[in-house]
């Protein structure tokens, strides 16, 4: 099994550009195969998968699947999924057990600028259980999403709440890590955000770097209705 010489955290939370940005990165074949590998769900998908049941099995398949052939292991972890795990050194996953597998680790934090409309794309998922499309035509609703200023002023306090938790544990650890963003950097030509993080990784990049990313904005003329409701309620 290759061992990888870099490994990057992409620290993110719900609905910030997250999936999209690990997609792209994936596609490139330079950058490891970025998942939610510690989060519970998507862990069992793939234990079930590789037929795993003790987590240091598990760990090694993690990395052996998701280690490109030029050592670059990357992973996404969610701030609770962070917290309730990674932070907890009773844990079988804890603060030291992905940093002492290669020299190098690296964080890339991902956030969105907009709190209100990220609250809103977490509330619509709520609602309706669509994580991503990838069709030309958006998804249709089986239920409609019911505006609840309530809740929406709640996710809004909750994302800020995980942005400062992420800032406070790079404060505690005396790092910078590369922030990206999702209104700045993934509004625009994927490839630029991806040459942007290969370099804040020491990655060589071609001059041709082939960049793929399927997936669609959820956002919609609903999503923009909600955004007029709230801020009437303010």
């Known amino acids: ?11 993110a939370t719900p609905r910030s ?29 793939y234990a079930n998968e590789w037929s795993t049941t003790r987590f240091s099995d598990y760990l090694a398949k993690v990395l052996e699947f998701g280690t490109t052939s030029n050592g670059v292991f990357g992973f996404k972890i969610m701030w609770t999924d962070f917290q309730n795990h990674y932070l907890n050194h009773s844990a079988t996953l804890n603060a030291s057990a992905l940093r002492d597998v290669a020299p190098e680790f690296r964080y890339i934090w991902i956030r969105r600028q907009d709190k209100l409309r990220q609250a809103i794309s977490i509330w619509k998922r709520k609602q309706t259980g669509i994580i991503s499309w990838y069709d030309n035509e958006p998804p249709e609703y089986e239920r409609i999403p019911e505006f609840n200023f309530s809740a929406l002023n709640h996710l809004v306090q909750q994302v800020r709440a995980w942005d400062l938790n992420w800032a406070s544990y790079f404060k505690s650890l005396e ?6 963003t999702y209104e700045e950097d993934l509004q625009q030509d994927y490839t630029v955000v991806v040459r942007k993080i290969l370099n804040y990784l020491t990655i060589p990049a071609p001059e041709d770097l082939n960049v793929q990313a399927k997936r669609k904005k959820l956002s919609d003329e609903l999503s923009e209705h909600f955004v007029r409701l709230y801020q009437s309620r303010e």
Not at 175 to 180: A, H, K, R
């Open 1 to 11: 099994m290759m061992k990888p010489h870099t490994v990057y955290m992409v620290c």
């Open 17 to 45: 550009g997250s999936g999209l940005l690990c997609e792209a990165l994936w596609s490139t074949a330079l950058a490891g195969k970025p998942d939610e590998y510690f989060h519970s769900g998507t862990a069992e998908e």
């Open 175 to 180: 790092v910078s890590p590369l922030v990206i």
